[in-house]
């Protein structure tokens, strides 16, 4: 758990460090030159999961897009990298934190699941504005999201009763 904090805090700093290193960087980099995209964008929700924390051990291994009917979705599969060592990952808070950003971004998209190596967990809009008490498409730049996401990770009892709500 305190692995994934670290981690969590570490890939922040660098995402700011990265982030000051030029103004012209930054506008190439943000995640929100893609709000208000489309389930159906392949391109921009292929770039929000890109630029989004992965498990440790784990890589990217495609998406799909559920468009045919509502509500529509996009599943994000993962698979093992070639790392050796086993890595503790907190798959609740990663998935937290990846379906608040895509599901802030991605304007039409009422869930998103993850098919991640050893755990597939599936979070609906619906579920995220009841946890958080707030429309998170309301935000409009990275690291005033990420700020919020990450105290409404800190409070670990929080995350465990959202899981244990929706089982």
């Known amino acids: 758990m305190k692995m994934i904090k ?4 570490s890939l922040l700093i660098l995402l700011i460090l990265n982030g000051c290193s030029s103004n012209e960087v930054k506008e190439t980099e943000d995640l ?12 921009a929700v ?6 989004l924390p992965k498990p440790n051990g784990e890589k990217i291994s495609g998406l799909e897009l559920e468009t045919t ?8 599969n993962y698979s093992s990298t070639e790392e050796n060592e086993p890595i503790e990952v907190n798959y609740n808070e990663l998935a937290l934190f990846n379906a608040t950003f895509i599901l802030s971004l991605v304007q039409n998209a009422d869930w998103v699941k993850f098919n991640f190596v050893e755990q597939e ?7 995220l504005q ?3 008490g707030k429309d998170i498409r ?5 690291e ?9 990770l800190a409070d670990e009892t929080r995350v465990t009763q959202f899981y244990n709500e929706r089982t």
């Open 6 to 9: 670290i981690l969590f805090y």
């Open 32 to 43: 929100f030159q893609f709000k208000n995209s489309y389930v159906g964008d392949a391109g």
């Open 46 to 51: 292929g770039n929000i999961t890109m630029k």
């Open 69 to 76: 009917e509502e509500p529509y979705g996009i599943i994000v």
């Open 121 to 127: 967990l599936k979070i609906s809009r619906e579920e």
């Open 130 to 132: 009841n946890y958080y």
């Open 138 to 142: 309301e935000f409009n730049n990275e």
């Open 144 to 152: 005033e999201l990420s700020k919020f996401i990450q105290e409404n």
